[in-house]
């Protein structure tokens, strides 16, 4: 046994003034007796001319000893050497993507986790990363076994992707020169090689069970020529025997179809089948007799949008442009009755006006409620679109140059295509009604020249006629799910499992959407009743069906931890709690009362002894 | 008053039981070594001249030509000393008038009984002898003077010493019966209860106060002895308490042991009011009175 303050152990002189005060004849009360004939044994007898007396060893005085003993023992701090992975401060960072729901390997991982986590002695930082879609700092810098343990313990699998490398780099955002972290991947090394690889002061703890599966890698309802409503359904095979599988479609929760599918091995079999589904349907394909390894991508989510907007009209400049895109839309018609109030509008430029309806406004005089005009900014290009956001899907607008723009301030829009700091496309919400403002005016830029300006507008165009259905599109799990700040009421999401969450007026996206199924999201008015309800589906992303393992490169030699073969546990804690222990039974004997009175005989009498020495009873 | 009347009523019919015959030359009603008038007949031995001629058994004399004369048993009185221990140690926890009280019982009884009482007390007058001898009766009539004579006595506040004391008081005569009422918590009690060998018979009443018997819960405390002065260092604890016990059983055992060598018998009295009924249970139970 070593000890951190080896000092401390001078403590032990304590015990002699211990001892001394056991000899030394104290001050007491003094009680008159008729003789000390029957105290001879209990008591001790005293001279006068000595100021001591002799030593008795005494249970009282052994525990006392003991105590003081294990006192100076934990402040001397003992510890023992072990062997541990644990460095000064360790980043555990786990895999929570869908390729670790394949059997074995997310539990085995959380784990090994946990087997670390059990290592530490309150010596050694940990801080944990969920690597998901979203990366995120479960617990930083703790020194709790028990915290550390409880956020493992509460990470589950999800059905999206992970950004290992986004991960890493938040690893490594908790590293500071004067506390360098080692990074410990709990993960089965994802789709594609990292940039960051081979992964400098890391170490890859590889889980790489496999199984057969299959999976339902697409599932999307359309409408075909006759008008009849199709499923269409695709199912991969990764590495299961090429056998039927039967996926089963329900719709609105009553099965309407089953499909038999054979993909061979490593292939996709597809099928159409007829729904009988309506406006708002929402679609359930789950594989009934798979029986494989990743039960997550079994099931399929998609719905059938409501109706679009068929009147729109055009107010303000009209724009040849913007009435091509809207013929160019075979749901859309475009009306300039002003008798017929439309069901959407588009307002170029001038004053917007009392805003009743869905509305797409264009560089409006003044700007909308919610966005404050503070300058204007010229020669801009489109250098930033936001990731995931589903008008963009498939829009790429990086060959867009505005010459003026405004430069709006907003808490309550959301950007979606910014030039630097400016937003240029903004999403949003007036008197309860979707809205998209462009800061710029589309004759003072090239966007309506772009190949990308017919799907932009369609799609922005759908999304605004489209509230009951915004954001069916399926997406991969773990993709935020996008949400209009209003700024006047509340936004409550509920996800797949049930649970419900509110979140504030001003926020933009909803992230915890790992869990594949179908989020409903409820937008509540200032007096918190449901003004509108919207629905958002993530499905499990396919390129985790695989689920091939794969090793992540890391740089030998630099795991910080590896250059230390052990690590100290210090006991000091459990030798207090043995000094506190002995120090309350110590307690319990000084303060214990006598036992009963035990009498020489029953009653006043002594047997008589008869004379030749034999009693009598 | 020592002896309550009921009591006095109730101990009338009793006398004590001596050990063996008396050599009293006195009657009584204990059995002498010597032959006697009592109607209790012995034996028969030849005619010596200066017989009593109306023992002369006649029919034998008759049938066998020699004269025989009948002998009877003969009953003389017990002497009893009653030694009463007054040291300091007996001014504690009511032991000195449950000491009078068992002195005054035995006196009592003796007295009924038609034997002759001889009162002592220890340590002597003023300290300055061992013992000191009392009042003597032999009939009831004597009782109120004697009785006024324990009821006179105080503690004497002379260290108690028994061997000497009651050297002085076996000087006095040995064949006696003894009753010696004391608390023996002398250093020398061994040697005062060899003293008492060759006493015919008699008692040691070993009389202890309830808080002797079963010590109060004191703490941490000093103890002085008030008869020698020593003080002794205690402190309350549970083997202290234990170890008391034990030192106190085992007393009373060697007590016990060293009383019958003696040829006396050995009776714990707890000190309290009822002090004398009891231990004249006692007594009664272990066929010392009859």
Known sequence: MSFLAPAALGLASLALPLIALYMLRSRRERIEVSSLLLWETAADPLSAARPWRRLKITPLLLLQLAVLTAFVISLARPFGAEEARLGAHTVLVMDVSGSMGMVGRFGRAQQEALGWAEEMSGEQLVSVIEAGALPRVVTAFSREREEVVAAISA???TGGDADLAEAIRLGRGLATPERPSDLVLFTDGGEA???????AAARHLPFDETGPNWAIDALSLDRDSAGVIRAFVSVANHGAPARPVTAELEAD????????LSPAPGETDRATVPVPVGPGSVV????????????????????????????????GVQSPFLSALIRSI?????????????ELSVINRGDPGEIDRPSWLIRTDPPPPGLRLTGLATNLGVTWQRPGEPVLDDVSLAGTAVAEAQVVATDLWLPVVRSGDVPLVLLGRVNGHRAVYFTFDMAHSNLVVQMAFPLLGAKLLEWLGGEAAGGIHPSPAGVPIPLLASGTGMVRVESPDGE???????VTSFGDSGTPGVYRVQYLNADEQVGRSELAIRNFSPSESAARPRSIAVEPGSFISDQRSETIREWGLWVAALAASLMILEWWLALRRPKASRRPTAGSMMPWVTPSGRRRA | MLVSPGLREKIGRFSLTGRGRVRSSRGGRHLSVHKGESI??????????GDDYRRIDHLLWARLGTPLIREFEAERELSVRVVVDRSPSMGFHQKHPAALGLAGLITYLALAGGDRVELWTLPGQGGRQAATRGPTGRHLSSWPRLEAWLEGLGIEPAEGTLGPALAAVMASGRRRYTALVSDLLVEDWRAGLDRLAGSAGGMVLHLLGSAELDPQVLGDVRLRDAETGEESDFSGTVDAYDRYRSRLDD??????????????RYLLVEAGPDASERTFAGLAAAGMVR
């Open chain 1, 284 to 315: 359930v394909a789950r594989l009934v007799d798979s029986e494989d390894s990743l039960p997550l991508d079994d099931q399929a989510w998609a719905a059938l949008p409501v109706p679009t907007v068929s009147v729109v009209r055009v107010e």
């Open chain 2, 251 to 264: 007393l009373c055992e060697q007590m016990a042991k060293r009383s019958a060598r003696s040829g006396l």
């Open chain 1, 253 to 260: 929760g009553k099965v309407v179809s089953h499909l038999e």
């Open chain 1, 500 to 506: 419900t969450v509110t979140l504030g007026a001003n």
């Open chain 1, 193 to 199: 090689p990292l940039a960051a690889e081979p992964v």
């Open chain 1, 155 to 157: 990470l589950e699998v």
């Open chain 1, 330 to 342: 075979p749901d859309l018609t475009e009306t300039d009755d002003p008798q017929a109030p439309p």
């Open chain 2, 40 to 49: 209790d007949f012995v034996d028969f031995r030849e005619y010596t001249p």
